[in-house]
């Protein structure tokens, strides 16, 4: 059984949990000070050597603007030249056009999908939500209808769907053949992104009431009529850029040695931060001198277009710190245990240990990849479960409710310019439909393969 001091933990980070969302979405209380104020107290509470405890919540909060302030900075970058050159009302009218005003939250979650395969959840966001705005303009519909396919799409393919770190991890902890996980998490992830995107983005779009006025929305401006916007090849190839130099960075070990000069150079040009940093380069061309405006003004754009984020991105990195702390204070590991002792399915207990760690520390990646290490020792005792659908239990477990700590929920939220209340109803309920849908799936799999 779980010790008396891991029951103290699990409370205390129930509590604490409790406390951040009534204190950010009932009392109002500024988020970044409460997550910081609240990460202390539960360290407090949990033991933690005082002289530790700060160094922990900055540890947790510097390992995730590492990577998200360089994403959202050059993301909202490529996504400001993108409207200011009328490229995200191209593609919103070709989607329109497409698919038709009714549809278009079909077309949203197949760009998602598409755009999300080879691209982090996060780099994926920043790219597409400048479309997502324009598309909810041109149609005059929710940004949750449209949007929230969008983003339930890359959330699927981010969690279930090689090459993404996590899941090629999962894929190898498991000894898991790759293209049988893929042909799975095609099967799985198609009816799983079209439930928790489009079906349930008409739901509870309804039920959703927006402000009027969106300050992020408003970085990203009209203009013109269609005739004058620039080409949609040409706005397409600029956005898929930074994806096709992924791509070509995920397939190094596949045309060079591991390790070589040429691996380790397609690995630098795929790495998301450069093939960020190219792209919006690339859209200062593109989008901006070849429509006519002038290095002043481009410079202009890419200023002004950071202050919005500045917000976003301290949220983000507070519920690293926050997540950072859950970790090191025992919670994670008295989550662990718990799970162990439950005696369920090799497939349930793989969906359940990736749940409870994405609970306590907000992390997909984290979730995956450390519920892979844990389970992986007991499947080797356990024959008959398939090692993919073991990858994918877990994957399909590491999406469930995203809350507080995830850097994800906050940019969902200051996005989309929602609540907290709102965010949970929309965002934090679209991912646990994700998981849950895709356990149930991953199930089902099992009774025919």
Not at 189 to 194: D, K, L, R, S, V
């Amino acid at each position: 059984m779980i010790d008396p001091h891991g029951v103290f933990l699990l409370v205390a980070a129930l509590c604490a949990v409790i406390v951040l969302i009534v204190l950010i979405a009932v009392v109002t209380l500024n988020p970044f000070i409460v997550l910081f104020l609240t990460s202390l107290a539960l360290a407090v509470v949990a033991g933690m050597p005082l002289a530790a405890i700060v160094k922990s919540f900055e540890a947790g909060l510097g390992n995730t603007l590492g990577h998200i302030a360089i994403v959202v900075a050059l993301g909202t970058m490529l996504g400001k030249m993108m409207a200011e050159s009328g490229g995200a009302n191209r593609i919103a009218y070709t989607l329109i056009r497409l698919f038709g005003e009714k549809r278009v939250h079909w077309a949203m979650a197949a760009i998602g999908f598409l755009i999300g395969l080879p691209v982090f959840f996060e780099v994926g966001f920043v790219l597409l939500i400048p479309i997502a705005y324009s598309v909810a303009r041109r149609t005059g519909r929710s940004l949750v209808f449209v949007g929230l396919p969008m983003v339930a799409g890359l959330s699927v393919v981010h969690g279930l769907m090689p090459p993404h770190p996590a899941a090629m991890l999962a894929v190898t902890i498991f000894h898991a053949d790759i293209g049988r996980t893929i042909f799975y998490a095609l099967l799985i992830g198609i009816p799983t992104a079209a439930i928790a995107g489009p079906l349930y983005a008409k739901w509870v779009a309804p039920r959703i009431a927006l402000d009027a006025e969106n300050p992020m929305a408003a970085q990203f401006v009209e203009h013109g009529e269609e005739a004058s916007l620039p080409g949609f090849w040409t706005t397409v190839a600029t956005i898929l850029l930074p994806v096709a130099m992924m791509l070509i960075g995920s397939s190094a070990n596949f045309v060079s040695a591991p390790d070589s000069s040429l691996n380790n150079g397609l690995r630098l040009l795929g790495n998301p931060d450069i093939a960020l940093l190219v792209g919006t380069v690339v859209s200062f061309v593109t989008l901006g001198r070849m429509r006519g405006f002038t290095r002043e003004t481009i410079l202009r754009f890419s200023n002004e277009c950071l202050a919005p984020t500045a917000t976003i991105t301290l949220l983000v990195g507070a519920g690293g710190g926050f997540g950072r702390i859950l970790q090191d204070s025992g919670v994670s590991q008295a989550i662990v245990t718990l799970a162990l002792h439950t005696h369920l399915s090799l497939l349930l207990m793989a969906w359940m240990v990736a749940a409870l760690i994405r609970l306590a520390t907000g992390s997909s990646t984290v979730a995956m990849s450390t519920a892979a290490g844990i389970v992986a020792p007991v499947a080797l005792h356990t024959p008959g479960v398939r090692p993919e659908l073991l990858a994918l239990a877990t994957g399909a477990g590491s999406l469930i409710f995203s809350h507080v700590n995830d850097g994800g929920f906050w940019l969902v939220k200051e996005y989309f310019n929602m609540s907290v209340p709102q965010t949970m109803k929309t965002w934090s309920i679209c991912e646990t439909i994700i998981s849950i849908v895709g356990l149930l799936l991953v199930l089902g799999l099992s009774l025919v393969v």
